[in-house]
């Protein structure tokens, strides 16, 4: 079965500054997606960032980007220049679409805290 | 619509009694599913619906809980003879066929046994 695993369930950092938030999973698949969800208080999950495994190249979306290292199983959030509407918590999460219904499988989250 | 939409926002309820939880999706998106989120802790899956197909009940935690889905739309998440261990936000979202482009969450439904 797939796991994910945020190592850091909490993390702070200065305004406008760069914050790295770490996410490992397990799977023996080769052909999947990685997300990164952002929940802020009010609740509803937005999507930051989607990886497709079999593509090399990081993603990214503006000051979000992505550190993909597929053998190591290792998929990372940088945020560049933390603005205080970046505190959140963040979870990271796996999809396998080998055969599968797209099931989402998710990390327990890393609450970030942006201050000013 | 726009979103994907849950009500209600919060519910309180005594323990034993019967709860209906309640998701509209968005227009278009053939797939829906439930999570359960604990205080502090991840998203648990709790069942899938994509199309007229079985859904995928795998995940609910036990035979209290049951959903449907009418109409391949709107979604009911009923739990029976609530336990003080029932209370979390359930989450609600859509996505295209194979949700591969990620899905859309909705604000989720404060359940609070006491």
């Known amino acids: 079965a797939q796991t994910v695993t945020q190592s850091q369930p909490e993390m702070s950092v200065q305004e406008a500054e760069t914050v790295t938030l770490s996410c490992t999973y397990d799977t023996s698949e080769n052909n999947y997606y990685l997300f990164w969800y952002k929940q802020p208080p009010s609740r509803q999950m937005i999507l930051v960032i989607r990886?497709?495994?079999?593509?090399?190249q990081n993603a990214t979306e503006n000051r979000f980007s992505v550190n993909f290292q597929k053998a190591a199983k290792s998929f990372s959030l940088k945020i560049s220049d933390s603005q205080l509407g970046d505190t959140a918590m963040y979870f990271c999460a796996f999809m396998n679409v080998e055969g599968s219904q797209g099931n989402l499988i998710f990390g327990k989250g890393t609450k970030l805290s942006v201050k000013p | 619509g726009a979103g994907v939409s849950q009500s209600p926002s919060n519910k309180v309820t005594e323990k034993g009694k019967d709860v209906e939880l309640r998701c509209d999706p968005i227009s278009g998106h053939t797939a829906l599913y439930w999570y359960r989120q604990s205080l502090g802790q991840g998203l648990e899956f709790l069942i899938y619906?994509?199309?007229?197909?079985?859904?995928?009940k795998s995940g609910l935690p036990s035979d209290r809980f049951s959903a449907e889905r009418t109409g391949g739309s709107v979604s009911t998440l009923t739990i029976q003879r609530t336990q003080q261990e029932d209370s979390a936000v359930y989450l609600c979202a859509s996505s295209l066929r194979t949700g591969i482009y990620g899905y859309t969450f909705g604000s989720g439904t404060r359940l609070t046994v006491v």
């Open positions: 990886q497709e495994a079999y593509k090399q």
């Open positions: 619906f994509q199309g007229n197909s079985a859904p995928d």
